[in-house]
């Protein structure tokens, strides 16, 4: 945890990195439920896929923010 974090903001982070997770774990389900059905819409599965990485980035940016740096 980075030391000019407060209680709140670290709450906040953790908070924030839980509903992250939970939507990528969703919309990984929602791809591969639209890639199973056959007929899919590749504009809307493109559309989830960059939403998926954006939630990624956030998710290691989060998670850096919590980290604390370590001095080797």
Known sequence: ???KLSPEEVET???EL???REEHRD???A???LERVGSINQIQVQRLKKRKLYLKDR???IEDALTPDIIA
């Open 31 to 33: 791809i591969d439920a």
């Open 13 to 15: 982070f953790t908070a």
């Open 59 to 61: 998710i290691a940016q």
């Open 18 to 20: 839980a509903r992250l």
């Open 1 to 3: 945890m980075d030391p």
């Open 27 to 29: 919309l990984d389900s």
